[in-house]
């Protein structure tokens, strides 16, 4: 997960190199979307995303009334 957090912080990383800067609906946000879908999709999971731009993957359990829900911004 760290290699992964590397990788997205490097999309958008500001000239300092001190941080990342994806402002909403921009092209930096849009390729951060779309690895984290790859790797979601190389998961094996569902993904979906809102009138908002959140994202959400999601794993077919065996009991549908046992929901996990992990989250995290990128």
């Not at 402002?23 to 979601?40: N, V």
């Not at 999709?41 to 731009?53: H, Q, S, V, Y």
């Amino acid at each position: 997960m760290a290699s992964r957090i590397a990788i997205l912080s490097e999309i958008g990383c500001t000239e300092s190199g001190g941080g990342a800067n994806r402002i909403g609906f921009s092209k930096e946000e849009k390729q951060a979307k779309l690895l984290e879908m790859k790797w979601m999709a190389e998961a094996g999971m569902e993904i979906k995303e809102d009138g908002a731009g959140n994202m959400f993957g999601r794993f077919q359990g065996r009991d549908k009334n046992l929901p996990i829900l992990l989250s995290y911004c990128i």
